[in-house]
């Protein structure tokens, strides 16, 4: 990830129907969601959906999938990804332990799950 990539997508989810797309998104995963039904789902009417969707899709936020008549979209989780840890790369300039109470905060919204038991 580069700056000019941050700042693209920084700059997509600076609108508030884009970063409500988005996190529709991220709760859509990994099924996805199809454009017209992001749209009602947002009450935004299709074509600006549509506006919308290029846009995150330019800043590498989102990806679309043509499945017969319907694009399915998707968060791209690794552009997510990427942008956040260039935002935290050399994180409070080399001292980790300013950054310790962030990273916290990130660890446990997605905790792993437990592995079942296995039996022999």
């Given at each position: 990830m580069d700056e000019n990539k941050t700042i693209a997508a920084?700059?997509?989810?600076?609108?508030?129907?884009?970063?409500?797309?988005?996190?529709?998104?991220v709760e859509r995963e990994p099924d996805g969601i199809a454009?017209?039904?992001?749209?009602?789902?947002?009450?935004?009417?299709?074509?600006?959906?549509?506006?919308?969707?290029?846009?995150?899709?330019?800043?590498?936020?989102?990806?679309?999938e043509r499945q017969s008549r319907s694009i399915i979209y998707r968060a791209n989780l690794e552009g997510l990804r990427s942008t956040i840890l260039y935002l935290l790369q050399d994180c409070c300039g080399g001292?980790?332990?300013?950054?310790?109470?962030?990273?916290?905060?990130?660890?446990?919204?997605?905790?792993?799950k437990e592995a079942a038991p296995t039996t022999i």
């Open positions: 920084l700059a997509a989810l600076a609108q508030p129907t884009r970063l409500q797309t988005f996190r529709l998104l454009a017209g039904d992001l749209a009602r789902a947002l009450g935004v009417p299709q074509n600006t959906m549509s506006a919308h969707l290029t846009i995150l899709s330019n800043a590498g936020l989102v990806s679309g001292k980790a332990r300013l950054c310790a109470p962030l990273i916290a905060d990130l660890t446990p919204c997605c905790p792993p």
